[in-house]
């Protein structure tokens, strides 16, 4: 009679299909929790500064719906990519500091669940910004036709920042730093890729930046998608290279224990 119970519960806990998935969903929850509780932060992130710069583009703009249309491509990248930036970043750099990540190896939790967890809460965060910005396009006027093409560039888009914030944050020597790190990654990038003007008419400076800054590609084909347009498969497979390989670093680079 005692040893059925013994029995089940050692099936439950061999390593399979099963127990990966559950321990991928609880390394999400870990992740979730302090989103749900502090999720002022991504209203506040998402609308408060891109908001603004969308209004001083748009006083300057000529009254044309392709370059509105870029105005709200940049205003979506901001948005998603201060918010991806803050909540992956300051939780991954208190993760390190305070010591989960050392407890995540020695629990019966595998890197690969951590990874495929952490990814799936990178993508809701980056999708709530992105609901969020979308929806401040009816308020804006901004006319728009998005194609299906806009879902896997904003996803692309959050999980090659991703692995940006991840690879950079590793390299922060404290929690502090690693903080203001987190705070201020986004805001550099947006500022020096042209993602709210195209590449014609960006300065050269900020041209040779946009060639090699994923967020340029990422402007282009979610500007592409908000007018109706489909034909950004170079500019998603770019997307998916520099997520491929961004992600791929960051958790090389991860620190699972602090010296």
């Known amino acids: 009679m005692k040893t059925r119970p013994m029995a089940r519960t050692n ?19 870990i992740h979730a929790l302090p ?15 891109p908001i603004p710069m969308f209004y001083v583009f748009q006083s300057i703009a000529p009254d044309d719906a392709a370059v509105w249309q870029r105005l709200l491509a940049g205003t979506l990248i901001f948005g998603v990519s201060f918010s991806t930036a803050m909540l992956v970043g300051q939780q991954i750099v208190a993760q390190r500091f305070m010591g989960h990540l050392k407890l995540v190896i020695t629990m019966p939790v595998s890197k690969a669940a951590y990874v495929v967890g952490t990814l799936a809460y990178t993508a809701i965060s980056g999708t709530l910004s992105a609901v969020f910005l979308l929806g401040f396009a009816f308020i804006a006027g901004v006319e728009i036709e998005p194609t299906w093409t806009l879902a896997p ?46 590449m014609e008419s ?31 498969w170079l500019e998603l497979g770019i997307l998916a290279a520099y997520a491929l390989i961004a992600m791929g670093l960051g958790l090389w680079r991860l620190p699972w224990r602090e010296k």
């Open 11 to 29: 099936r439950l806990n061999t390593p399979g299909p099963r127990k990966f998935l559950s321990d991928s969903l609880a390394v999400l929850e």
């Open 35 to 49: 989103m749900i509780r502090q999720w002022y932060l991504i209203v506040l992130g998402t609308l408060v500064f």
């Open 153 to 198: 560039a904003l996803l692309l888009t959050v999980l090659a920042l991703a692995g940006i914030v991840l690879f950079v944050m590793s390299f922060a020597p404290s929690l502090p730093v690693g903080n203001v790190i987190a705070s201020l990654i986004a805001i550099v990038l947006v500022i020096i890729s042209p993602v709210y003007f195209t």
């Open 202 to 232: 960006a300065p050269l400076l900020l041209r040779w930046f946009g060639y090699v800054s994923p967020l340029r590609y990422a402007a282009d084909a979610i500007a592409a998608s908000l007018g109706g347009r489909v034909d950004v």
